[in-house]
Every structure is written in structure tokens, then in C-alpha cells.
């Protein structure tokens, strides 16, 4: 082998490493140049553009007027608006605008979704986002991410109820998260495993950075914000008092959820968002931000629950329905469901002793 031989394949290396982009990648994924699978890459891409745009935004949010700190209005949920939250929405919506992919947005800052009528005789997805998760983060500088869903709309929606989307999160076609730190990740999956892409500032493009991501069975990390110790039932608590006990864990909660998961997903562990006594329900929203994640850990090898459900089952009532969440590695998460299936049986003898 001549000494221009080994310089030529490392060339090579990099070259095909630079040019995995997201749209790319999808196309690779799915082995076909379909209009299906030209529409995914396509709509893969304008995510990507969406997140290229808020990026920018981030980096500069203390320089820029108007991008830090709170509007006075609340959104659908009761929640104090950010500027941020409104500019990020406002980006996905431009991204996807005279696209003629999507008809629909749908997103946890909109009480109903936004159609775009030019796109609405052609575009056969919706897309499901919350444009910033962890906004409370932004003004002190920490992590935060968007979290995104695609899903095939079902007939024309013409009383745009938007009905067809009250199923079950395994009806996703795509699912991901942005997350916006030190550097920016986008992480997605198809249904064919998951897969990180890092922003490369010099190209403008995301690029193949962790292919087929694999979340370990076990791992150290529990993510729950104890602060909210008191509120919950007495199975989240005893489970609390578990890992205390016990050697082995980490408590890592950075009050972003992206940030958390992105976390567990590499490390292994489990991330708990439970309800409350009062709010059995919990606070995060199914359609924007349990399904999708769960949509993603699952093809990670993961798990996703609400304690006595699968997430990817659970079927809403409306569009803004809330869920707990518990998801990270398969077997931390049995580990909380069987306390609350403890918890349940407890009660249940109780019940049966007292009538």
C-alpha cells in the first residue's frame, strides 16, 4: 500500500461522515426514493431548519431585544408565556409554511391547531411539537429542546376538529427531540432505531454523529423533581425512599425534559414525572411530549409508562390531554411500576377490609 493510500481513505471517512445529513440519512433509512420517503426527508428537513433557527436565537438571547423574560399572557395550559415559547412556535410554523407537506400544526402553546390552507389540498402529515420544553431554563442559560411528532392526517379534517389525532403515540410516523446546549443535537427516529445528529456551525447542516442508539437495561440516573415529594401517592414516595437506601444511584433533574432524557438515553436510568394527589393526571402533555419520547425510547429499547399503562397506548380525549410519565431503561421502569402496583394492592385490601 503506497503512503497515498492510507490519506485517501481517511479522506474518505470524513467525507461520508460529513455528508450523513439528516435528509440523507432518512432516505438511507428507509432504502427508497418513494414520494413516502422523499416526503419524510423532506419534513425531516424543515424541522432541521426550525431547529437551526431557534439555535441561532439561543445563542444570542441575551443580546438580542425582546428574547428573554415573560409576554404577561398564559398559554392553552394556564402556563406564563415566554418569548421565547412564542418565537419557537412562530419558527415551526414559517418552516413549514408553502412546504405542501403539512396541513396542520399542532402544538402545546396553541389552543388549536394552525392550518395552512395553500398546504391543506396536498399535505398528508400533521406535525405535533412543543417548540421550547424547559423555557423556564432559558433565561439563566441552561439546556432546553423541542420535541416534535409526525403523524399521517386522516381524512380532511374539514370541521378542523382535528379528531383523527386523538389515537395512540404508535401511530406516529416520526418522532424526536432538538436539544440545545453546548452543542446542537437532533435526535429522531422513524420506527428503524434512533439516531443523534450534532449541528455543524461551519456546514449548516446536521450530521450523523450516533447511529442504532441502544438504552442500557439498567443505569444509575433517577430524574423526578423531589420538590414535589409531598404532593404525590405513597407508591412514588416509597420508591423514593428505595433508591435513597440503596447504593448505585444518581439524582440528576435539570428541569428541562430533553435535557433528562437525552441523559438517560446514553447512561440508562429513569426519568419520573408522576401525578399528584390532587392531579392525578400529571402535568405533561400526551400529544407534544410523552408519546413522542416514548415513541423514542421504545425504538431504543427502552420503556415508556404511566405506572399502569404503556404511554404508546394510552388513547387521549382531547388534544391537550396530560399523562404521567415514567420512561428511561426497561428495568428501572418495572422497578416504579412495581411499587405502584404494590401501592394499588395495598389499597385495594384496605378497601376490602373496610366494607
Known amino acids: 500500500m503506497t503512503d497515498i493510500e492510507p490519506l485517501a481513505l481517511d479522506y474518505q471517512y470524513a467525507l461520508d461522515r460529513d455528508s450523513t445529513t439528516l435528509a440523507r440519512h432518512v432516505l438511507q433509512q428507509l432504502q427508497s426514493f418513494s414520494p ?3 416526503d419524510l426527508s423532506a419534513l425531516m428537513n424543515r424541522i432541521a431548519l426550525a431547529g437551526k433557527l431557534i439555535a441561532r436565537r439561543l445563542t ?31 419558527v415551526f410554523i414559517s418552516a413549514f409554511q408553502q412546504s405542501g407537506l403539512v396541513c396542520r400544526l399542532a402544538s402545546e402553546e396553541m ?30 442559560n441552561l439546556n432546553v429542546g423541542s420535541i416534535f411528532s409526525i403523524r399521517r ?19 406516529q410516523i416520526a418522532a ?5 446546549g ?6 429522531y427516529s422513524i420506527g428503524r432505531g434512533v439516531h443523534a445528529f450534532t449541528l455543524d456551525p461551519s456546514l449548516g447542516e446536521f450530521i450523523l454523529s ?57 447512561q440508562g436510568g429513569v426519568f419520573l414525572y408522576p401525578g399528584t394527589v390532587k392531579k392525578p393526571e400529571g402535568k405533561l402533555r400526551l400529544l407534544y411530549e410523552s408519546a413522542p419520547l416514548a415513541f423514542l425510547v ?48 395495598q389499597k385495594q385490601e384496605l378497601l376490602a377490609s373496610s366494607s
Open 36 to 38: 413516502e420517503a422523499q
Open 210 to 266: 450516533a447511529e442504532n442508539i441502544r438504552i442500557p437495561d439498567h443505569g444509575p440516573v433517577y430524574s423526578v423533581n423531589e420538590g414535589n415529594f409531598w404532593q404525590w401517592e405513597d407508591s412514588i414516595r416509597d420508591y423514593i425512599r428505595y433508591v435513597h437506601r440503596h447504593e448505585g444511584y444518581t439524582a440528576r433533574y435539570s428541569g428541562a425534559l430533553v435535557g433528562d432524557i437525552h441523559r438517560i438515553l446514553f
Open 182 to 187: 453546548p452543542s446542537t443535537l437532533l435526535v
Open 176 to 180: 424526536g427531540y432538538i436539544l440545545y
Open 60 to 90: 444570542r438571547a441575551g443580546l438580542v431585544e425582546d428574547a428573554l423574560g415573560f409576554t404577561g399572557r398564559t398559554n392553552v395550559q394556564g402556563e406564563s408565556v415566554k418569548k421565547m415559547d412564542i418565537f419557537a412556535n412562530q
Open 111 to 140: 389552543e388549536n391547531p394552525y392550518y395552512i390552507p395553500e398546504n391543506c389540498p396536498i399535505g398528508r402529515y400533521t406535525l405535533l411539537y412543543d417548540p421550547i420544553d424547559g423555557s423556564s431554563n432559558v433565561d439563566i
Open 298 to 345: 421504545e425504538q431504543a429499547g427502552g420503556r415508556a409508562s404511566t405506572g399502569s399503562q404503556e404511554i404508546l397506548d394510552v388513547i387521549p380525549d382531547k388534544l391537550h390531554a396530560r399523562t404521567p410519565l415514567i420512561i428511561g431503561s426497561r428495568e428501572d421502569v418495572a422497578l416504579v411500576e412495581s411499587f405502584i402496583q404494590e401501592g394499588d394492592r
Open 153 to 171: 392526517q386522516e381524512g380532511e379534517d374539514l370541521d378542523h376538529s382535528a379528531k383523527d389525532l386523538l389515537q395512540a403515540g404508535r401511530n
